[in-house]
């Protein structure tokens, strides 16, 4: 094993005059970091010192380059498509543990499972929220956050736009894999769906009646790998035609991670609470359930979308 700890030599050298020439290596690990903190905003959405660069010189002289970063959120991953590239891992902020738990997914005693909880986009200009760059700034409203996306926040501002991305919400691979069946929602009980009770005055958190569970979704999931994993099956809403403009084309309304061992089956339910079905409506100043069809699609990520079926609301 050779190290090589000077980003800034890596970035601008050819590897095979930096390491022992007779060494030829079966796997190089590129580690890599973006720091972020309270008091401290992001300047870029590139990996700090020259990561990108980093990888790229690695990557040309080693044909099984593994990339692990660790980052407060999205990084741009330009290398993403580089053919020696072969696998990229997103540590985030680790613990002490980070050295045990690096190996054990590495070398396969873990199965990872873990899922995208942000799009990582193809440039920093796909995002609708990019890093400051005035961070001496002193004027008036240019820290004044004015919210004009509403409700296009990540996922719901890629899908609006149709914007191709590098990796979506919702995206995580496995070892193993997995297949869903048997989608299927069914209403509970005689509750009316579109007249959202009136809210008690003095209710802590508003309306009580918006946790009511008016449908369930259950489905089938079926781990079809050769070895024990988990997967983290989604479930995306779609509102009917007649919601309000603005309204994002699908919306994370649940979700389960789902252990299973090779061969495995399990049974999952989700619950639909009113909340899942309404948008605030700012005229009457009030949840609203929309009349028409609601399309239902379940998948592993915001892209991935394997089984779709619907509800309407009359």
Request: glycine letters at 8%; one cysteine or more; a negative charge.
């Amino acid at each position: 094993m050779q190290i090589v700890l000077n980003n800034t030599l890596v970035a601008a050298s050819d590897l095979s005059t930096l390491i022992v020439p007779t060494i030829i290596p079966e796997v190089c690990l590129v580690l890599l970091k973006a720091f972020g903190a309270e008091g401290s905003d992001r300047t870029t959405m590139e990996l700090d010192y020259n990561g990108t660069a980093v990888v790229e010189s690695v990557a040309a002289f080693c044909n099984n380059t593994i990339v692990v970063t660790h980052a407060m959120g999205p990084t741009i991953l330009s290398f993403a498509d580089h053919p020696n590239v072969t696998a990229i891992l997103l540590g985030h902020y680790p613990g002490q543990e980070l050295g045990n738990s690096l190996i054990d997914i590495l070398y396969g005693d873990v199965n990872p499972s873990g899922k995208l909880p942000y799009t990582i986009a193809y440039g920093e200009s796909d995002y609708n929220g990019q890093p400051t760059t005035a961070v001496n700034t002193t004027g008036e409203y240019d820290w004044q956050a004015w919210f004009d996306e509403k409700l296009e926040v990540d996922y719901r501002y890629f899908d609006a736009n149709n914007i191709s991305v590098q990796y979506e919400f919702g995206y995580g691979l496995s070892y193993t894999a997995f297949e869903l069946s048997k989608f299927t929602v069914s209403k509970l009980g005689n509750r009316s769906i579109a007249a959202t009770p009136k809210a008690q005055a003095t209710a802590p958190g508003g309306n009580p009646a918006l946790w009511d569970t008016l449908f369930n979704a259950t489905f089938s999931i079926t781990n079809t790998g050769s070895v024990t994993g988990a997967e983290v099956p989604q479930l995306y809403i779609s509102f009917p035609s007649s919601t309000p403009a603005g309204t994002p084309p699908q919306q994370l309304r649940g979700f389960e991670k789902v252990s299973l061992a090779s061969g495995g089956t399990a049974q999952v339910s989700l619950p639909l609470m009113r909340r899942d079905l309404s948008y605030w409506d700012v005229v009457t100043q009030d949840w609203i359930i929309p009349a028409g069809e609601f399309t239902l699609s379940l998948g592993f990520s915001s892209r991935d979308f394997k089984l779709t079926t619907s509800l309407t609301v009359i």
